[in-house]
């Protein structure tokens, strides 16, 4: 008669996500996800600085500044630095096991890379621009407006600077997404302030993380929610 020895798989969370093992503890698993986090560069700056930049230059359309006709001048910066880049981003910190962050760039990574194929491809005629169309476009956004939302109660576990970066994403994606719908511009022209705030915000976080880490310092705060002893 064989007998055989049933071991428990007790499921640990961490920033990567949970964790099924049937011996290492909490505190080991903590260990381990430190010694790993220090072996790769923190992709959070390229990732930032990416979102940053397509973010603003899209918010000049979308917030009315400049003419609608001017969107596909706005299609390197989404396509290469907001959109490859900020996705390229988003790979590192899934291997440096940040959930939130890989979520983040990976999203918006992805979106903009979405956006610029599709305001490309309206360019030379390949989608009609009527109303379907732009409905579809709005209810993508109004999905980014959601993908924001949850973002924003994760990155309440992390600092202000990220709540408040995701937060204005809320109603930075979803008042355009309801312009294209068929509403008023002006929802639109809002939602491109919005951006114009996240965009701004992005880039003081990128500053803070880049010079903190070259200075093994907190030199710029981003802020925290830790209760201080």
């Not at 020895?5 to 996800?33: C, F, M, N, Y």
């Not at 010694?35 to 600085?49: E, K, Y």
């Not at 600092?159 to 002006?186: E, R």
Request: aromatic share 10%.
């Amino acid at each position: 008669m064989h007998s055989s020895v049933k071991r428990t798989l007790r499921e640990i969370w961490t920033k990567a996500g949970p964790v099924e093992s049937p011996s290492l503890s909490a505190g080991e698993l903590r260990s381990i996800e430190e010694r790993h986090q220090v072996t790769i560069g923190d992709p959070a700056p390229l990732g930032l600085f990416g979102f940053a930049v397509g973010t603003i230059v899209i918010g000049f359309v979308i917030g009315g500044i400049v003419p609608h006709g001017a969107l596909s001048a706005a299609i390197p910066s989404v396509l290469v630095f907001a959109g490859a880049g900020q996705f390229i981003a988003g790979l590192f910190a899934l291997a440096k096991g940040n959930t939130f962050a890989a979520t983040a760039f990976g999203s918006y990574g992805a979106n903009n890379v979405l956006v610029a194929t599709f305001i490309g491809m309206q360019t030379v005629n390949l989608i009609q621009r009527n109303p379907d169309t732009d409905l579809l476009l709005g209810v993508g956004l109004i999905c980014m407006g959601y993908i924001s939302m949850i973002l924003g109660f994760a990155a309440m576990k992390i600092n202000p600077t990220y709540v408040a970066i995701v937060w204005a994403l809320v109603p930075g994606y979803v008042l355009p997404g309801l312009q294209y719908m068929g509403l008023s511009p002006a929802l639109g022209h809002v939602g491109g302030y919005f951006l114009f705030l996240a965009a701004l915000i992005a880039f003081y976080a990128g500053t803070a993380v880049v010079i903190n880490s070259t200075h093994e310092r907190n030199v710029l705060s981003l802020g925290s929610f830790r209760e201080r002893r």
